[in-house]
């Protein structure tokens, strides 16, 4: 389809709102300091999957003072997350936009191969799971995933499934049911 909105990042409010869905009442909101979310950042670029698909330079990871936002910035090859969102859901988001840039792929920030791939990233870091239930709620908002030639599924999760899945099937309510948070993530 042609038209004004190509180009445009016109979907990128739904995909906030499908990520937030999708993590509700689950580990990937659970507020953690940064030395952790480097550690799982570290783990998760030491995987095969990682490795054979995107570069090996290693991504740092800070917090920044926004209250609003957070993001990816490929210069300095660095993920900046708000501290309102130190969490595996931003991290997940974030990593996903240094993947696509890995990728070279060319699109509207949040089109259909960011979403492929950040099905591939929860996958990575929570196990299967985790990454059917985003694509699940993406399938809900009519948000299409995008084909990935050449890229294989995660092998191997940073955090054994059963983190995810336990929690999650408990409906865990946790400490910080989500009260909308707005765009935290560019
Ligand atoms: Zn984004």
């Given at each position: 389809m042609s038209g004004p909105l190509v180009g445009r990042d016109h979907e990128r409010q739904q995909v906030y709102t499908a990520e937030d869905l999708s993590g509700?009442?689950?580990?990937?909101?659970d507020p953690r300091e940064i030395v952790e979310l480097r550690q799982i950042l570290g783990q998760l670029q030491a995987q095969p999957w990682w490795t054979g698909n995107f570069s090996a330079e290693p991504i740092t990871l800070v917090a920044n003072r926004s209250t609003q936002q957070s993001s990816f910035d490929p210069v300095q090859r660095r993920i900046s997350l708000s501290p309102a969102a130190t969490d595996l859901n931003t991290l997940a988001h974030e990593v996903t936009h240094a993947a696509v840039h890995d990728r070279n792929y060319r699109e509207a920030p949040h089109g259909p191969r960011f979403r492929a791939l950040h099905v591939m990233v929860r996958a990575a870091i929570l196990g299967p799971e985790s990454g059917v239930d985003l694509a699940e709620q993406y399938r809900r908002f009519g948000l299409a995933l995008g084909r990935l030639p050449g890229v294989e599924t995660p092998?191997?999760?940073?955090?054994?499934e059963a983190v995810y899945r336990n929690q999650h099937i408990a409906g865990w309510p946790g400490m910080n049911t989500p009260a909308h948070r707005g765009p935290i993530a560019l």
């Open positions: 509700e009442h689950t580990v990937l909101v092998g191997e999760s940073v955090f054994n």
